[in-house]
């Protein structure tokens, strides 16, 4: 499975780049206490953090408005899924606990203010590509409901979208009955590659601790 990223999209969004994370063997199911204790404790501390802020003041949800509104999408309308975490999070409206891949997906989303999709890797099928949606091209989200992709970031299969850092399609959503997983984090090009590359080898040991298996890591982007 080869990982690209469009001319388009590098030519739109100059410096675009993920962290892309295979793994294999793992055991989804209920997250440990230690995730659990960890997520809501983090979740308290950014509420009394954003008392005094906007959520859009934060650098990394800054950051990723701007990278909508280069590829052509409003972010008013279509906000980064990171954003969406912590809007929830000031309403404290926290996030309850899923199961193991979404629960350390969220942590680390709110902790690095970055967009991060998990992919049951045999849902899919040839080459990644992470490119813009077309016109008239959607899917049905994890929100439940269909999403216009025209102007989106999205990651794509030979059979299509499937991911985006605002919305994840139902297709190759991760479950309890996950065996091989591929993790996509939607970076922020500021952050440069050495930290970018830090952050992605993190998540990976992270996920490994809590699920066994094995893993391995690329940066893909624009050169």
Same mark, same amino acid.
Request: aromatic share 8%.
């Given at each position: 499975?080869?990982?690209?990223?469009?001319?388009?999209?590098?030519?739109?969004?100059?410096?675009?780049?993920? $962290?892309? @994370?295979?793994?294999?063997?793992?055991?989804?199911?209920?997250?440990?206490?230690?995730?659990?204790?960890?997520?809501?404790?983090?979740?308290?501390?950014?509420? %009394?953090?954003?008392?005094?802020?906007?959520?859009?003041?934060?650098?990394?949800?800054?950051?990723? #408005?701007?990278? /909508?509104?280069?590829?052509?999408?409003?972010?008013?309308? &279509?906000?980064?899924?990171?954003?969406?975490?912590?809007?929830?999070?000031?309403?404290?409206? &926290?996030?309850?606990?899923?199961?193991?891949?979404?629960?350390?997906?969220?942590?680390?989303?709110?902790? &690095?203010?970055?967009? @991060?999709?998990?992919?049951?890797?045999?849902?899919?099928? $040839?080459?990644?590509?992470?490119?813009?949606?077309?016109?008239?091209?959607?899917?049905?989200?994890?929100?439940? #409901?269909?999403?216009?992709?025209?102007?989106?970031?999205?990651?794509?299969?030979?059979?299509?979208? %499937?991911?985006?850092? %605002?919305?994840?399609?139902?297709?190759?959503?991760?479950?309890?009955?996950?065996?091989?997983?591929?993790? @996509?984090?939607?970076?922020?090009?500021?952050?440069?590659?050495?930290?970018?590359?830090?952050?992605?080898?993190?998540?990976?040991?992270? /996920?490994?601790?809590?699920? $066994?298996?094995?893993?391995?890591?690329?940066?893909?982007?624009?050169?």
């Amino acid at each position: 499975m080869e990982i690209q990223v469009s001319s388009e999209l590098c030519r739109l969004v100059p410096g675009f780049n993920a $962290g892309v @994370i295979h793994y294999r063997n793992i055991e989804v199911g209920a997250s440990p206490q230690m995730l659990k204790g960890r997520l809501q404790l983090f979740q308290e501390s950014i509420f %009394f953090d954003l008392e005094d802020k906007k959520v859009t003041d934060l650098d990394g949800i800054k950051e990723w #408005r701007e990278i /909508f509104k280069k590829a052509g999408k409003d972010p008013n309308r &279509y906000r980064p899924s990171a954003e969406a975490l912590y809007r929830r999070v000031q309403k404290q409206n &926290y996030l309850q606990t899923v199961h193991s891949a979404i629960d350390v997906n969220n942590f680390f989303s709110l902790e &690095y203010q970055v967009p @991060i999709g998990i992919y049951d890797s045999d849902k899919l099928d $040839g080459d990644i590509e992470l490119r813009l949606g077309a016109e008239d091209e959607q899917y049905t989200g994890l929100n439940g #409901r269909p999403n216009s992709l025209h102007n989106l970031i999205v990651s794509a299969d030979e059979h299509g979208a %499937f991911g985006s850092p %605002f919305v994840d399609s139902e297709r190759t959503a991760v479950s309890t009955e996950t065996k091989n997983a591929l993790q @996509i984090i939607y970076l922020r090009p500021s952050l440069g590659v050495e930290k970018n590359s830090q952050l992605t080898e993190s998540l990976m040991n992270m /996920f490994l601790q809590i699920h $066994g298996g094995e893993g391995s890591f690329l940066m893909t982007g624009c050169e």
